[in-house]
């Protein structure tokens, strides 16, 4: 493929596209393992990730 006078550009921006995608994906790896370590450890505290749910007067209500 011939891009001209423009392909030290078409091959930078898809270099440095391919490099921030990379880099977002490690990141989110690396957030995601965070994430379950700090899960585990409330775990292992005894904090629980369920919710309690609350009654409200609306779902109270009969029809």
Do not use: N, V
Request: proline fraction near 3%; aromatic fraction near 10%.
């Amino acid at each position: 493929m011939d891009f001209g006078p423009y392909a030290s550009f078409i091959y930078a921006a898809y270099g440095i596209s391919a490099l921030i995608i990379i880099a977002l994906i490690a990141w989110i790896r690396i957030d995601r393992k965070t994430l379950e370590d700090s899960l585990k450890q409330l775990a292992a505290h005894g904090h629980s990730r369920k919710i309690k749910s609350a009654r409200t007067p609306a779902s109270s209500e009969t029809k």
